[in-house]
């Protein structure tokens, strides 16, 4: 390992230790007494059993259609198009499995069984209440000196804040620009058994916020804020167009997926509409404006298959920081969870977001993202699988404990798409097989390049492997330079 490279990773071991400390933590739950008075467990009553009925079908249906999802992610193709018809242009040809229709009554009835999942869970006492995982990973790893702001400040601002901002733009004085999800108007209670669903969207969604047929405005700009609490969900919350979602920094919400969450991701920038048009609520290219930060989403108990924490398909002004998702340890072929899953877009910030468990941590492509202090550790499959890019940069990257730190797909599959630039720095790959894994054979893609700058690794077998078995001849323990393009170059 270069002299380099070992003090800047012991000045971030040293400034990472503030930062976990203020990150450890577990769910409010309510005492038996409490919640025994809310359903009687020994009882499903025809309600419940229809709504069980419901919930079931959608689930098997939501399998199945995450499934043809991942396995057909929506990218970018790099053969010249002619300039489509704009009126045509949110209409592909589409001929997939629909994705269940999330009317009323099965939002409804999702919500019912989440609640009576949860409290039978509390009964029995397999509740999982244990966030620690998220900052024990920290701990151990490499947390990040920006962190620290967040552990010294006295408290957080936010919450101070009067809430009586005007939109500067739209002429409507009567806009709520901040909402609290736990305001009586919305009813968010974050107690971990009262499914927050329709409370959070519903602050989300109010005075006419731009959701479904809005396409896009950046007239009227909205701040939502999520006290300390554990919210449980049983369908996704939706980020709309020009809206922040934001947790409390100090004491970060969770966000807890049902084990029958009917959804992709636990919060989706974009959404599918129902019925099999493959249609979304917003163009691709313009999913703009939305930030996400200060989140603890928890999808390990959902059985619904191929679920993420973050279905993340955006594009320009948008940014994730200092969330983590923690997905199912399960290290059995069943475990098809991701901790982001993000399709096409085109460009935005990633930020102090930790990714544990799942077969993939991040599964997805973008034009071009910018990446900092990613911590993904615990994959079954990879860490990253990157299915395109044209340019990515990744800074300060640890990738631990999985067979590959970053896969590329095979371009020449029938699904298969080049991953572009893929420039990695100042990073860790820790207890993984292969750094980096193209599952193709060793010819240099022309568009494909792999840039590695400052690379440290331990029990790393090697950097840069084929799926025919050939690898690079770069050492595996320390990398200071690499180049893989048409030509290699190693310095
Ligand atoms: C069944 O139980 C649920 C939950 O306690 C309740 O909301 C619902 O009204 C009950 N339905 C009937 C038909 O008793
Ligand atoms: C729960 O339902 C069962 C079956 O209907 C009934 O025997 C029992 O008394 C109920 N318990 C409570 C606390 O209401
Ligand atoms: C997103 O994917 C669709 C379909 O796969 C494609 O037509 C479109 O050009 C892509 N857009 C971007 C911005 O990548
Ligand atoms: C675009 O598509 C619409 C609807 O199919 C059609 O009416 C219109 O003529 C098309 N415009 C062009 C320039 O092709
Ligand atoms: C809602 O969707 C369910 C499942 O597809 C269907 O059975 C039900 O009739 C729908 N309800 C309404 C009010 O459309
Ligand atoms: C506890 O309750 C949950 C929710 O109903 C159920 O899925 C799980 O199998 C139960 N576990 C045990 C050990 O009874
Ligand atoms: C509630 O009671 C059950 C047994 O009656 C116990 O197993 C469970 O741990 C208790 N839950 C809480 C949150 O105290
Ligand atoms: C989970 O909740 C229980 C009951 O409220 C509490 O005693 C326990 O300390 C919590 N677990 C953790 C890891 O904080
Ligand atoms: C890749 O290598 C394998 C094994 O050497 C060979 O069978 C296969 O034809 C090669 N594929 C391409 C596209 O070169």
């Avoid at 300039?83 to 409804?108: F, H, I, W």
Wanted: with cysteine; net charge negative; glycine share 8%.
């Amino acid at each position: 390992m270069s002299l380099i490279l070992l003090r800047a990773l012991l000045l971030w071991l040293a400034s990472g230790i503030c930062f976990a400390t203020a990150l450890s933590g577990s769910y409010l739950l309510p005492s038996n007494e409490s919640f025994h008075g809310l359903l009687n467990l020994t009882h499903k009553n025809s309600t419940i059993q229809e709504a069980e009925r419901l919930i079931a079908a959608a689930v098997e249906q939501q399998s199945i259609y995450n499934a043809f999802r991942v396995a057909n992610p929506r990218r970018n193709n790099y053969r010249h198009d002619p300039k489509p018809n704009s009126s045509k242009l949110r209409r592909d040809s589409y001929d997939g499995p629909a994705p269940p229709s999330l009317n009323e009554t099965v939002l409804a009835a999702a919500a019912l069984i989440a609640e009576v999942d949860a409290l039978s869970q509390l009964a029995n006492g397999t509740y999982n209440n244990d966030t620690r995982l998220a900052s024990q990973i920290l701990e151990t790893l490499t947390p990040s000196d920006h962190g620290k702001r967040h552990a010294e400040a006295d408290g957080y601002w936010l919450p101070e804040l009067s809430g009586d901002g005007l939109p500067p733009m739209g002429y409507d004085s009567s806009y709520p620009v901040l909402r609290v999800v736990t305001d009586a108007k919305y009813g968010a209670k974050g107690d971990g058994v009262t499914d927050d669903t329709k409370a959070i969207n519903a602050a989300i969604a109010d005075g006419n916020n731009c959701g479904k047929n809005c396409l896009s405005s950046s007239v009227k700009g909205t701040l939502i804020y999520f006290p300390p609490g554990t919210y449980l969900i049983s369908s996704p919350i939706n980020a709309y167009y020009y809206s922040q979602l934001v947790g409390d920094a100090n004491n970060r919400p969770t966000i807890k997926t049902s084990p029958r969450f009917i959804g992709l991701g636990a919060i989706q920038t974009d959404v599918y509409n129902p019925g099999a048009s493959g249609d979304e609520w917003y163009i691709e290219q313009s999913v703009f404006y939305r930030q996400v930060r200060n989140f603890i989403i928890d999808i390990r108990d959902t059985r619904t298959g191929s679920v993420a924490g973050l279905h993340w398909q955006v594009a320009q002004a948008t940014s994730l920081t200092n969330v983590a998702v923690i997905a199912s340890r399960d290290t059995s072929s069943r475990n098809k969870q991701m901790g982001m899953f993000t399709e096409n877009g085109s460009g935005g910030f990633m930020s102090d977001v930790t990714l544990s468990g799942g077969a993939y941590g991040i599964y997805g492509g973008n034009q071009q993202y910018t990446v900092r202090d990613f911590i993904i550790d615990g994959q079954t499959k990879a860490c990253i699988n990157l299915i395109w890019d044209w340019g990515w940069t990744w800074s300060r990257l640890t990738l631990s404990n999985a067979p590959v730190g970053i896969s590329l797909i095979n371009p020449e599959q029938t699904t298969g798409q080049v991953a572009g630039s893929t420039y990695v720095m100042d990073s860790r790959f820790i207890g993984i097989s292969t750094g980096i894994y193209a599952e193709f054979n060793k010819t240099v893609l022309d568009s494909s390049i792999i840039t590695l700058d400052n690379i440290g690794a331990e029990n790393v077998n090697r950097m840069i492997g084929f799926s025919d078995g050939s690898h690079l001849d770069i050492p595996a323990d320390s990398v200071d330079f690499v180049v893989v393009g048409d030509v290699a170059v190693t310095i």
